[in-house]
């Protein structure tokens, strides 16, 4: 079983602009990356397509709204309705993300949480780097509230992105800690484990029980820096705070990374990291933060 919790989903020339894709993914291999190569099918049918390719039973799929950060409110934005659409591709594949610009209109953001709580949204995902805000700002307490009122997981951005318009102020891990000091008991996926800054994500992580981290786009660095790194947060953390996520640009080579965690242990000399534990990373973990219905799940008796 495998779950990838950290996925875009949207249309390039409707919700995201060519040029913004463009400039995000341009370290990684520029719009292919994106829409996989196929840009024909839905997005829907192409997730799910990559899914069968990869082994992937479920993505958790995303929204974003960048709109008022770029001139003419013209930066990227997908609705939330928009996953509704998605998942009726293949319902039982998709577990759904959804995003408010908490600064554009704070009242309309806490509608919007409240709306997609009904409509079966498992979480919320905040970029305060993308949206120029920092996640102490008193103006976002209000979205964390109503988080916790509907026990919606926030899954949040932090740490770098190749995104020009994206302040590197608001990427510090750090700047969470007070949020979890004032809300303690909001459950939180970090996305990234805030790179470069992992290890002060991990010590924020180890400070606070219901901090998570996801290591989204990591794929990138190549599998012996990621082992090294999820063991020191195993060690530290735990990995039952440990999710593991893909980034769109990265699916493919996340899945190729994880397969042969074993075999990098092998060639470093090192204790691998324990099949239990694996299995806590790639989809128990995603699975209990999602809510992810039992009867979708290995070892369910109903299923
Ligand atoms: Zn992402």
């Known amino acids: 079983m495998i779950i990838d919790c950290h996925i875009h989903a949207g249309e390039i020339g409707k919700h995201y602009p060519k040029w913004w894709v463009e400039e995000l993914y341009r370290s990684w291999g520029g719009i292919p990356q994106w829409d996989g190569g196929r840009p024909n099918m839905t997005v829907g049918e192409r997730l799910v397509h990559q899914m069968d390719e990869l082994g992937i039973d479920m993505m958790c799929i995303m929204t974003s709204d960048h709109r008022r950060v ?17 998942r009726d591709t293949a319902p039982e594949r998709f577990a759904l993300t959804c995003s408010v610009d908490p600064p554009r209109d704070p009242y309309e953001a806490i509608q919007e ?7 079966g949204f498992a979480a919320c995902k905040l970029y305060p780097t993308y949206d120029h805000f920092d996640p102490g ?17 926030l899954q949040i951005h932090m740490g770098w992105t190749p995104c020009q318009n ?8 750090y700047l969470f800690d007070d949020v ?3 809300y303690p008991e ?7 484990m805030g790179w470069p800054n992992y290890e002060e994500c991990m010590a924020l992580i180890a400070k606070w029980e219901n901090l998570h981290a996801d290591f989204a786009y990591w794929a990138w660095f190549g599998p012996e820096y990621v082992f090294k ?17 893909s980034e769109n640009s990265h699916t493919a080579p996340g899945i190729e990374m994880m397969k042969g965690m074993g075999e990098t242990a092998r060639e470093l000399g090192v204790e691998p990291i324990a099949d239990g534990d694996m299995e806590k990373i790639m989809w128990k ?9 039992g009867k979708l799940l290995p070892g369910d008796p109903d299923a």
Not at 71 to 86: M, Q, R
Not at 166 to 173: D, H, I, R, T, W
């Open 229 to 245: 790194i999820l063991k020191q947060f195993g060690r530290l953390c735990g990995y039952d705070k440990l999710v593991y996520g």
């Open 137 to 153: 700002d008193e103006r976002i307490f209000p979205i964390y509230e109503k988080l916790i009122e509907h026990d919606m997981l």
């Open 285 to 293: 973990n995603a699975a209990r933060l999602w809510k992810i219905d």
């Open 180 to 182: 979890a000091l004032r």
């Open 186 to 192: 909001m459950r939180t996926v970090i996305s990234h």
């Open 166 to 173: 994206a302040p590197m102020k608001y990427q510090m891990p």
């Open 70 to 86: 770029y001139a003419d409110d013209k930066g990227p934005f997908t609705p939330n309705e928009y996953l509704l659409e998605v």
């Open 113 to 119: 949480i409240d709306k997609c709580a009904k409509e």
